[in-house]
């Protein structure tokens, strides 16, 4: 099965900061690689998709890029209505679906 | 409008079953990808089932053999059957679409079940 790996766990930034999480797969999952924002108590949003797509009305502050292995999630200028955890998902051909264990962002 | 609604969660004994819907409305859960997702109590994400639009179905490792995911198509509604419940079971439950294959894009609000004596 395909592991995936976020880094940070947990990051504290100040308001209007450019804010970077990684994600890497254990293996090639071309660009197949999504991204969503969860807040306290509700259900998960999506934000990027197929890597770097942004989903209809996400703000152009969230962006996504990368393909094979290591993938890059960008908060260009941090608002406080981002905090949140972030989470990876990759869908491999084997049809199953993998979640990265989560950044949570939070404000200085 | 586009959404989804999950019933049927609740308390219920190790080694019980219980039954989880999810009504659809805005769209056809027959023509897309339908998933459920669950969330143990201040832990990540995990990925539980999916059924194609085909009607092919597959589990996570950790569901196999005990969770049955179906649906409905005359009440456009989706179900988890899930039996031999287990206490690592305790989850918030969501379902999902999975709009192009790939990438949930319409959650339910989520549906708690809690296994335990």
């Known amino acids: 099965d395909i592991q995936m790996t976020q880094s940070p766990s947990s990051l504290s930034a100040s308001v209007g900061d450019r804010v970077t999480i990684t994600c890497q797969a254990s293996q090639d999952i071309s660009n197949y690689l999504n991204w969503y924002q969860q807040k306290p108590g509700k259900a998960p949003k999506l934000l990027i998709y197929d890597a770097s797509n942004l989903e209809t009305g996400v703000p152009s502050r969230f962006s996504g890029s990368g393909s094979g292995t290591d993938f890059t999630f960008t908060i260009s200028s941090l608002q406080p209505e981002d905090i949140a955890t972030y989470y990876c998902q990759q869908y491999d051909n084997l049809l199953i679906f993998t979640f990265g264990p989560g950044t949570k962002v939070d404000i200085k | 409008e586009v959404q989804l609604v999950e019933t049927g969660g609740g308390l219920i004994q190790p080694g019980g079953s219980l039954r989880l819907s999810c009504a659809a409305s805005?769209?056809?859960?027959?023509?897309?990808?339908m998933s459920w997702v669950r969330q143990a109590p201040g832990k990540g994400l995990e990925w539980v089932s999916v059924i194609y639009s085909g009607g092919s179905t597959y589990y996570a490792d950790s569901v196999k053999g005990r969770f049955t995911i179906s649906r409905d198509n005359s009440k456009n509604t989706l179900y988890l059957q899930m039996n031999s419940l287990r206490a690592e079971d305790t989850a918030v439950y969501y379902c999902?679409?999975?709009?192009?294959?790939?990438?949930?894009?319409?959650w339910g609000q989520g549906t708690m079940v809690t296994v335990s004596s």
């Open positions: 805005g769209f056809t859960v027959s023509s897309n990808y």
């Open positions: 999902a679409r999975a709009e192009g294959g790939s990438a949930f894009d319409i």
